[in-house]
């Protein structure tokens, strides 16, 4: 059984073999985000591993109010905050002048925030970002977000391998769950990571065959 924790293990286990092999050249390669080059993306990775160590160990006394979908409902793209978010994050990377530095630093801090994830009580309500999630809810946003940051980390780089299973799953039971309905049976699940985040725009044919759920995307960014 996929326990979220399995999942989060599975999705940061496989980024972090891509970071793992990454020399200081690549790390300047253009990613999948807009604005950001590879290493750019790896230090907002490193913030999201921070954050989940943060909130693994901040238990939470209020009710829970967002779960592992309507977490992403906060998160829309093309937004004032999210611009400042870019310029901040390409920013602060260019303080790593060596690429070995953040590189060593993203990787320990994944596996810190896998080991925190395991030892969590999955039911444990835990806080971020202003809400309340159980422990494994919040760990199933965190291995949709760095699943979906690895298609965008490996964009430039078409010899990396791929994002786990696991985390592709969980991206797609998201999506699914935001759109209120399954995705169009062609579509891979890297494809409707692209389309249901607003990181490839749908084509004519694909509006035609979803029909009014067609307006919905992007489902997050």
Do not use: I
Request: with cysteine; charged share 20%; aromatic share 6%.
């Amino acid at each position: 059984m996929n326990t979220p924790a399995r999942v989060l293990r599975a999705a940061y286990e496989a980024a972090s073999t891509v970071v793992a092999d990454l020399g200081d050249a690549e790390s300047w390669l253009p990613s999948g985000c807009t604005g950001w080059a590879v290493r750019d993306l790896v230090f907002h990775c490193l913030g999201d591993a921070q954050r989940a160590l943060v909130a693994l160990h901040t238990p939470a006394s209020e009710p829970v109010d967002r779960d592992a979908v309507t977490y992403w409902q906060d998160w829309a793209p093309n937004t004032t905050g999210a611009a400042n978010g870019r310029r901040w994050v390409r920013v602060s990377a260019t303080m790593f002048l060596d690429f070995g530095q953040l590189r060593g630093l993203y990787l320990e801090t994944l596996a810190a925030a896998v080991h925190a994830a395991e030892a969590t009580d999955p039911a444990r309500p835990v806080a971020t970002q202003g809400h309340v999630l159980t422990a494994g809810d919040l760990m199933t946003t965190l291995a949709v977000e760095a699943t979906v940051h690895h298609l965008d980390m490996t964009a430039g780089l078409p010899l990396a391998p791929g994002p786990s299973s696991e985390g592709l799953a969980a991206v797609r039971a998201t999506l699914d769950a935001l759109l209120g309905r399954p995705a169009l049976p062609a579509w891979s699940d890297a494809h409707y990571a692209r389309v249901g985040t607003g990181r490839a725009p749908l084509t004519e044919a694909e509006r035609a065959a979803l029909g009014a759920a067609a307006d919905r995307f992007p489902l997050f960014g």
